[in-house]
């Protein structure tokens, strides 16, 4: 290769954005003949329209903007795919003190168990309805998000309507501990690592890892338009190459110190490098008195599989979108949806397999309430919930 | 004649909302609007409510800088919600991708109520491009003024240290600068630079 390629990715100050920074800051995506500008952006709104708009060759984006996006749903319709997955999990649900105790005082077995905390949840949302107080408010990031669907999932779980019983607001995510410590939300779900930047201030729990309401979820997906990857096929895949390079290389423990250094810089999340280690090493100080809570799930980027895209998982974001009356029902869609997540280029890239072990859940998603998940007959999975907008 | 007087007529009657944390920048996008005949324009900034202080304004159309990260709160209004009198949509027009490519690059992104013909905000939209780019225009030329004030202090006083030091005219000093700044191929004001910090060593 006589010239490097120069490509220009947007992503937003997250610890999910790992794989892409890891690839362009440690040399991976030089490696590979490629020039990466990586550019940091405010909201996931001007990720998703400048890679529309082609400003950007490829971004990091929330796997829930691409599927929607490649649907044509909730905003214009750009053909996306998703060839690499940078994520699973990786968020948290975070509460304020004040309903941290709400909830423990209502909780009927362990803390640690989302049914036990969604129907303390329930409790509470009733009395306060009782006492005629105001609903409570949850953060979440964005109307096509992870984050809002397992907080839905969580609550609907125990009969707690997210549309009726409480209310579910939009805040970017430098806003959230802000907006819990100013009482304006009484809890959020974000990623790393504003929830241990909340526990740390002393105003907040982690109440849950959303890796204990599913075990695997897509989170955030590296997305370009299809248009430029079939005109870019070179540096697609050698994006994909990088990609895999630096998921490998964070998955090492061995790299741990080095990856958190590269992550925290100021130009990149900007945070103390003993957070970015602590959601690397998914082990989270979950309470202002120290507890810590530790899981092997918190956020995968390249292990057991996470980084091969999988259908599945885009089969259950749309399922959550009917759900929540975000889009309808329909076959070409719940296609269109699947068809976002490109394993097949993953498979030509790198070689097939890179699957799930065997111990991983058998549906590929490992939901802690209903049945099994089936990617391909939604209206029976939908028609199972009790709670939902059709 | 009646039908242009009635067009002018609705389109001042819209209720505009700019949401812009640079309060210069949203002033003189505001007087541009009113200029155009746009009697309802109100300013929002911060983040605390700001949905609800949208709504509570119930406005035709939404500006929003790209710097904001509020930006995706505004999101929220496209879904269907209890919350939402009126459905707000962003204004795209599939056609023209270039416009929505000058707003991105102008620093704006608009949002329109649900419905709303796009071309009668389309003028809307270019004046806050407009307006977004006189606004970086004179950041910038600004940013040059204070820089190039900042070099003229840098020189003087490298200028002072080599007249006292070699016994040398001003002129003298500053040919003896522009020299080295040749022969280095750099700034004036990078030699002035190291001069002040060398003295500052050597001291």
Redesign the interface.
Same mark, same amino acid.
């Given at each position: 290769m006589t010239e490097n390629r120069k490509l220009r990715i947007g992503f937003i100050p997250l610890a999910d954005a790992a794989a892409l920074i890891v690839a362009v800051d440690r040399g991976f995506a030089r490696e590979e003949g490629l020039d990466v500008e990586l550019v940091r952006e405010?909201?996931?709104?001007?990720v998703r329209?400048?890679l529309n708009?082609?400003?950007f060759d490829a971004a990091h984006l929330l796997a829930p903007v691409a599927i929607a996006s490649n649907m044509g749903i909730? !905003?214009?319709h750009v053909p996306i795919i998703a060839p690499f997955n940078l994520g699973l999990n990786g968020n948290a649900i975070t509460v304020t003190s004040a309903l941290y105790e709400a909830l423990r005082g209502h909780a009927e077995g362990d803390m640690a168990d989302p049914k036990v905390t969604a129907k303390a949840l329930a409790k509470i949302v009733l009395e306060r309805r009782q006492k005629g107080l105001p609903l409570l408010k949850f953060g979440m990031? @964005?109307?096509f998000s992870t984050h809002n669907y397992q907080l839905r999932f969580w609550m609907a779980s125990a009969g707690v309507d997210p549309?009726e019983d409480v209310?579910m607001?939009?805040?970017?995510p430098? @806003?959230m501990v802000?907006s819990i410590k100013?009482g !304006?939300v009484d809890a959020f779900c974000v990623g790393a690592p504003w929830n241990s930047v909340a526990v740390e201030l002393g105003i907040a729990h982690i109440l849950h890892f959303v890796s204990e309401i599913l075990q695997r979820a897509a989170e955030k997906v590296l997305a370009m338009r299809v248009t430029w990857a079939a005109e870019n096929r070179d540096a697609l895949h050698a994006l994909v190459r990088a990609h895999k390079k630096a998921a490998d290389f964070i998955e090492n423990e061995v790299n741990r110190d080095e990856v958190s250094r590269i992550l925290s810089a100021p130009d990149r999340l900007n945070v103390a490098p003993e957070i970015t280690r602590r959601t690397l090493d998914g082990r989270l100080k979950v309470s202002p008195g120290g507890d810590y809570r530790e899981s092997d799930r918190y956020l995968m980027v390249g292990r057991r599989g996470a980084a091969r895209p999988d259908r599945v998982q885009a089969s259950w974001l749309y399922a959550q979108m009917v759900r929540w009356?975000?889009a309808p029902l329909a076959k070409e869609l719940l296609l269109a949806a699947r068809e976002t997540f490109r394993p097949d280029i993953y498979d030509q890239v790198l070689g097939a397999g890179d699957l799930p072990p065997e111990q991983e859940p058998k549906d590929g998603i490992g939901a802690f309430d209903g049945p099994e998940f089936d990617p391909l007959d939604l209206e029976k999975h939908l028609s199972g919930w009790s709670i939902r907008r059709r | 004649m009646i039908s242009l007087a009635s067009q002018v007529f609705s389109e001042s009657n819209l209720k505009i909302v700019i949401v812009d944390d640079s309060p210069v920048r949203s002033a003189i996008l505001e007087e541009g609007l009113r200029e155009a005949g746009h009697r309802h324009v109100i300013r929002v900034e911060g983040t605390d409510n700001l949905l609800e202080r949208i709504y509570a304004i119930d406005p035709d159309v939404i500006l929003i800088d790209l710097a904001n990260p509020s930006r995706d709160v505004l999101e929220q209004m496209f879904r269907v919600s209890r919350a939402v009198k009126r459905p707000i949509a962003m204004f795209v027009d599939q056609s023209d991708s270039a416009s929505i490519a000058a707003a991105v690059d102008a620093g704006v992104s608009s949002y329109i109520v649900d419905g709303l013909k796009k071309d009668r905000i389309k003028h809307i939209l270019d004046i806050s491009i407009s307006r977004f780019n006189a606004f970086s225009r004179i950041s910038t030329e600004l940013e040059q003024t204070k820089s190039a004030l900042e070099e003229r202090k840098v020189i003087d006083r490298a200028k002072g240290i080599l007249m006292k030091r070699k016994s040398l005219s001003e002129e003298e000093a500053y040919t003896l600068l522009r020299a080295a700044a040749q022969n280095e191929k750099k700034k004036i004001a990078e030699i002035a630079q190291s001069i002040i910090t060398a003295a500052e060593l050597l001291k």
């Open positions: 405010v909201s996931w709104s001007n329209d400048k708009i082609g400003m909730g !905003h214009v990031t @964005f109307p549309d209310q607001v939009v805040l970017p430098p @806003f802000e100013n !304006h009356g975000q | -």
